[in-house]
Every structure is written in C-alpha cells, then in structure tokens.
C-alpha cells in the first residue's frame, strides 16, 4: 500500500512493520519472533510538513518511529521564544525515554519535511516489555545511548565560542542524519544551540570559507569535510566521544 504525500511517497507494509524494527536500533538486536510482536504493534501515520505529531502537555501514551522524514521537538517559553532540543530523522525513536512514566510530553514534535513514522502505544509496549526480557535488556540499551546523546547536546550548550558551537551541532545533527545533507533553517539551528540567528549566519560563513561545509538551496547544508569538521570541533572545544562515519 502507497501513500503520497506533498513530493514523497510512502509504501507501507501490507504485514506489519517486519522491515522497519530490523532498521530501528531498539528493536533490530530482538529475536525474530519478538519483532514480530513490536511490528503487530505498529499504526503507521504519514505527517505533512509543518503538521504536529504531538504537542507539550499531551499525555506521554506513545513512542514513535521515524522511518522516512525529519521531526524537531521544540517548546515556547510564555513570551514566544522557541527552543529546540533536538532534531530527529530516519530510523531514530521519538519519546521512548518518558513515555514509560505516567506523564505529559514535555516538548512538543513537529514535522520539519513530510514524514513517515509508525506509532506504538504505551500500554501495549509496557505489556510486551512484561513478557519479553531480551526487549526489556535492548530497550535499556537505547536509554543508555540516549544519555550519551543527552551529555552530548549538554556540552555543546556549554560551548563558548559560537562558531564551535554551531560546528560541533553540525557534526553531530550530520551523525544522527546518516548523511552529508541537512535540512535546517537558521531559525532551526539557532534554537536548538541558543545563538541569534544573524550569529549563525556569520559562523555558518566562518564554515563555508574553511571548506567543512556548503550552502544547499535556501535551508540546506551539505558536510564537505565530516573528517576535518570532527578535529575542528575536538581541537578547539571540549573532547567528542563520538566518531565521524566511515
């Protein structure tokens, strides 16, 4: 079954979701049989760009996949003022570190292109945690990963100098994008790294002369040097833990 939305089309799995938990990194350690159940699990929903999947203060009663697409979880403060605390894309999990508690999103999820996800409920994923062990072990695997994560984005926060703030974003948004292609505004990316945007504008020039990355169309990025951007970011600011691609 297709699905068309905006420029990008979707095929869905006419038997589940078998494909999708053998890409997804909480799921594609499991025994056979146990992604059979996660994928009988699956509602599989196609969002327009622009379209919320969820908004801070919803009750937290899913996680979602991401499977073709790019989602910002972002919040306002009472004067208007956006921040982002991070930008998800392909074969990344929304929400699967604070859906398990009783409790309110605390950001809201916002499509940045059309994006594909599948939706699994809290109370059938709590029930499958409770008869499977080897999903228990790998869905704390991926908590553990989202620490790691979390420590990441924390010391960049804490970066000073602007221009190594925005290098180190860069490298990492690149990591979890699986490619040398970004889709951001400036808008986006000074509010995930609190900076002014005409700040990031000057840093994202800074880059370009240096020959790390390149403009692509009007919200795009293209990473030329991931390699060079790494040791940019490792010998001016705080240590990286983790490593370019391949």
Not at 89 to 102: G, R
Request: hydrophobic fraction near 35%; include cysteine; aromatic fraction near 8%.
């Amino acid at each position: 079954m297709k699905e068309k939305v905006g420029s990008m089309s979707f095929e869905f799995c006419p038997n589940g979701c078998m494909q999708c938990t053998r890409q997804i990194d909480i799921f594609s350690a499991l025994p056979l049989e146990s992604q059979e159940k996660v994928s009988r699990l699956a509602i599989h929903r196609v969002y327009e760009k622009g379209e919320t999947i969820f908004r801070e203060g919803d009750q937290a009663d899913a996680f979602y996949v991401i499977h073709a697409g790019q989602v910002k979880l972002n919040s306002f403060d009472s004067e208007g003022k956006e921040t982002i605390y991070e930008i998800l894309s392909d074969q990344e999990v929304i929400a699967e570190d604070i859906f398990l508690e009783e409790t309110a999103y605390p950001y809201s999820a916002t499509c940045l292109v059309d994006t594909w996800t599948c939706q699994i409920s809290r109370t059938d994923f709590i029930q499958l945690l409770m008869e499977e062990p080897e999903t228990t072990l790998t869905f704390l695997g991926s908590m553990s990963r989202k620490l790691r994560a979390a420590k990441e984005r924390s010391a960049l926060l804490f970066e000073n100098n602007a221009e190594v703030r925005l290098a180190r974003f860069i490298y990492l948004q690149t990591l979890n994008n699986h490619g040398r292609d970004l889709e951001l505004t400036v808008d986006e990316i000074a509010g995930s790294i609190n900076l002014r945007r005409e700040t990031v504008s000057r840093k994202i020039g800074l880059l370009t002369k240096r020959g790390f990355i390149e403009r692509s169309g009007q919200s795009g990025i293209r990473i030329l040097d991931l390699e060079g951007l790494h040791r940019f970011v490792t010998d001016r600011g705080s240590p990286l833990s983790i490593r370019p691609l391949d």
